[in-house]
């Protein structure tokens, strides 16, 4: 993947809002949702891959469940502050784009809180969800959740996109996003980050074609909501989640 890219990625989650809002998120624990399907899918006391894991909100949980838990994450500050606040814990900085992990080292995956979809660039989201495939056992499950690209009610926003990256673009506007669904936000309404996040809102339909390319078996596609009522309440909006197995 183009190191600007990355580079970006690591600078927007290295603000202080930033650092901020995700090392208080780690009191919260997993969400209702999260613990359901981990607790359902991944075997008690099997090894885990927590890709994007953050400061470690995911880390924390899961290795209090008797999970054996690895955690991966591109940002530098985060692994710091999860290095420091969870000893017990294996943390390293690493990119998921390009795991240094042998193949098959892990029982099973998560890479929560979207983290997948803010990979920016389609090709380094193949690339991840490759590297992903590859260092997953063989009957080992994958969960992770993005946004849903919806069009209903958000028809502006898109058909603008569709006008800068189609029209505009090609005769030499400058354009941030690079795929259409590209989207570059605040994490909170009350606070303005310096550098906006990146993600990129998904069409469920490729998501399920990508994966099953590389080989995955879907298990489970369910909104949030549907599993969970009282994850509602949590202000990062829908989203969905996506369970694969490898055969
Ligand atoms: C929305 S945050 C979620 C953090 C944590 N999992 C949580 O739920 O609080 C997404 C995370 O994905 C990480 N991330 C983004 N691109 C990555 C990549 N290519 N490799 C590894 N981590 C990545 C970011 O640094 C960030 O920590």
Not at 31 to 54: M, N, P, R
Not at 168 to 183: A, H, R, T, V, W
Request: net charge neutral; charged share 25%.
């Amino acid at each position: 993947m183009d190191p600007k890219l990355t580079q970006y990625v690591i600078d927007s989650f290295s603000t202080e809002n930033s650092v901020q809002k995700y090392t208080n998120d780690i009191a919260s624990g997993l969400w209702a949702s999260e613990k359901l399907l981990v607790e359902k899918y991944f075997a008690q006391g099997s090894t885990i891959l927590d890709l994007g894991c953050g400061p470690g909100r995911t880390s924390l949980a899961l290795a209090e469940m008797g999970y054996k838990v690895t955690g991966v994450d591109v940002t530098p500050k985060f692994i710091d502050i999860a290095k420091s606040k969870l000893s017990t814990i294996n943390f390293a900085v690493g990119d998921a784009t390009k795991l240094r992990f042998a193949d098959q080292a892990f029982d099973n995956i998560l890479f929560s809180f979207n983290g997948w979809s803010m990979i920016p660039s389609a090709h380094g989201r193949a690339e991840a969800a490759a590297e992903i495939y590859r260092v997953l056992k063989s009957r080992g499950y994958y969960i992770f959740c993005v946004h849903k690209r919806t069009i209903i009610g958000q028809e502006l926003t898109w058909l603008t996109q569709l006008i800068r990256l189609k029209v505009l673009k090609p005769l030499g506007y400058p354009s941030k996003e690079q795929d259409f669904g590209d989207f570059y936000f605040n994490r909170d309404t009350e606070t303005t980050y310096p550098i906006p996040q990146f993600v990129n809102f998904m069409d469920i339909k490729e998501v399920k074609r990508l994966h099953e390319d590389l080989g995955f078996q879907v298990q489970l596609m369910a909104m949030r909501s549907e599993l969970s009522k009282s994850d509602d309440q949590l202000k990062s909006g829908d989203v969905m989640f996506f369970v694969l197995r490898k055969p």
